[in-house]
Structures are given as structure tokens and as C-alpha cells.
């Protein structure tokens, strides 16, 4: 059985920003449920565990999502696609895309980091912002220049 002994670069997960923003939308209706059921009505108990539930489903979902930089490979896991793992000599192409351009793209970030293998047998997406703003320059800076989609 052979090793890989790849050197890792850098391990980045996601910065504080998904967070924030997942907060700031969900406080103002928690914080007037929890009012509510405390001074007022019981039954809005529910509402306030619904909101909590779905906030820590979001935290929880930005927290798995990982991506692994190392000196001939780049990894990434998420929730949904699982761990995808492309070298730096089998990398295609790459581009940062920001919107909708054919009809799967809908299920896709809107602004994400797409990643293809040279043989068409795979892509990373990468939510951009997920990611603090150094991390992904780290990544656009470890990717080869004359790989990158010119549009």
C-alpha cells in the first residue's frame, strides 16, 4: 500500500461572514417569538424552535465545508458533493462565475469558483462567499495563470 505524502499547504474553512449574515436575517424574528412566548402566547414556543432549528442547520451546513490546498492538489468537501479532489496537472480549466448561465446553474453557487479536470471527469464548486477574501486569493494565486477561462 502506497502513502501519499503530499505536503498541505493550507486548510481553509469557511470565515465569519455566512455566519454574521445568517444571524442578522434570523435574530429580529427569534428575538420577537421568544417576547411573544414569554409575555404573550405559549403556542409561539413552536415558531421560536423552528427558527433555532433552521439556524443551526445553516451553521452547521457552512461549517462542513472545507477545502484542503496542497502543493499538487486541491480537495473539497461539502455536504452534498462530498470530497472532490482535482491535482494541479490535471486541472482543465478554471473560472470565477458569478450568476446563471444554463438551467443547472440554479443549483449552484451564485458566485462560486469552478475548478474542471482536464478529462472532463469532475468540477469543484466553490462558494466564493463562504471563504474570507485572503483564502480564496490564496487559491486563485496557487492556481496555473494559463489554465484560467478568459470570457
Known amino acids: 500500500m502506497q502513502r501519499n505524502n503530499t505536503k498541505q ?3 481553509l474553512r469557511p470565515g465569519i461572514r455566512p455566519y454574521v449574515v445568517f444571524t442578522l436575517i434570523f435574530a429580529l424574528p427569534l428575538c420577537l417569538y421568544a417576547y411573544t412566548a414569554v409575555t404573550e402566547d405559549a403556542v409561539a414556543w413552536k415558531v421560536v424552535l423552528l427558527i433555532t432549528s433552521i439556524m443551526t442547520v445553516l451553521y452547521l451546513w457552512t ?3 472545507r477545502i484542503g490546498l496542497y502543493e499538487d ?3 473539497f468537501y461539502s455536504p452534498f458533493t462530498g470530497t472532490k479532489i482535482i491535482k494541479k496537472d490535471d486541472i482543465g ?3 470565477i462565475k458569478i450568476g446563471v448561465f444554463n438551467y443547472l446553474d440554479r443549483l449552484k453557487p451564485t458566485v462560486r469558483l469552478e475548478i474542471e ?3 472532463h471527469n469532475g468540477k469543484i464548486v466553490i462558494p466564493i462567499k463562504l471563504f474570507k477574501d485572503e483564502d480564496i486569493r490564496n487559491i486563485l494565486e496557487w492556481l496555473p495563470e494559463d489554465k484560467e477561462e478568459q470570457e
Open 9 to 11: 499547504i493550507k486548510y
Open 63 to 65: 461549517f462542513l465545508h
Open 73 to 75: 492538489k486541491i480537495s
Open 93 to 95: 480549466r478554471w473560472a
Open 117 to 119: 479536470h482536464a478529462n
